[in-house]
């Protein structure tokens, strides 16, 4: 029986692979905050989405966790947020998800809280 092991990825490569599943199921507002030169963060990135319903940042969140890994065999090291489904948090160490119903993403603004991050919005993908 083979084991597939976790590959060895950068903390790059890991954050374009949420992005991906981000943009698979249509959320919006991504914001990739690049936090490695920020002191005391506890990550190298946070990738931030909205999407406008429970039932789809749900979606969201599940459609992140399967390309990750299939890509790289890496599960979240830890997860928040999937019974209220208002915030759901993918933590992979080095890169943390964030997939916030809209209402809720303007309420807790990590954008503004990490002001110093080097902070790219990422173009929709869809029409």
Request: glycine letters at 4%; charged letters at 30%; a negative charge.
């Amino acid at each position: 029986m083979r084991i597939n092991k976790p590959k060895d990825i950068s903390s790059e490569e890991l954050c374009n692979l949420v992005v991906k599943g981000m943009q698979e199921k249509k959320a919006v507002d991504i914001v990739v905050m690049d936090l490695r030169d920020v002191k005391n963060a506890i990550a190298d990135f946070f990738v931030i989405c909205s999407g406008n319903s429970d039932t789809q940042i749900d979606a969201i969140a599940d459609s992140v966790s399967e390309e990750v890994f299939k890509d790289s065999q890496i599960n979240p090291w830890h997860q928040e947020g999937k019974m209220n489904r208002e915030w759901i948090l993918l933590d992979y160490v080095d890169v943390v998800a964030h997939v916030f119903k809209k209402e809720r993403r303007s309420f807790y603004d990590l954008e503004q809280l990490w002001g110093d991050a080097e902070i790219r919005v990422v173009e929709e993908t869809f029409a």
